[in-house]
């Protein structure tokens, strides 16, 4: 699976395309998509400018890295395109290794239609231990996506 252009745009959305690197609320060094390394495994530090198209081609790439993730931490578990585009949004944000510890994933494998899985991406809300506005925001759109049903 691949995600979406409704994936992409929800992720664009969220994360915004910044050319020159700021601190995030997380006080990490970011940049383009909300990207804190480069391909190289580099990470993004104070000073550095890149290009729109710079800012493109490493979401594309980076992307599927998060893509993978997902499809290796869901196995054998069938999901829809809406449900995957929504996984992947929380992969990029949280990160690969809290993404496969979360209640997202675990809650997903066990039944992808379970409607507590609304309440669990809510659970990943917080900078360091306060809750976000914007990332409750951001979660409440993912699981809105989650639970939408795909158009045919």
Known sequence: ???????????????????????CPAKIWTIGYGNTFYLDGTPVKEGDVITKEQAEELFKNILVNF???????????????NKFDALVSLAY???????????VIKRTIANPNDPSIA????????IKGKVSRGLTRRREAEAQLFFTVDDE
């Open 1 to 23: 699976m691949k995600v979406s252009e409704k994936g992409i745009n929800l992720l664009h959305q969220f994360e915004g395309c910044e050319l020159e690197a700021y601190l």
């Open 67 to 81: 893509e993978n993730c997902v499809l290796k931490s869901l196995g054998k578990t069938k999901i829809s395109q």
């Open 93 to 103: 944000n949280i990160g690969c290794g809290n993404f496969r510890k979360s209640t």
């Open 119 to 126: 309440n669990a991406f809510l659970m990943w809300n917080k």
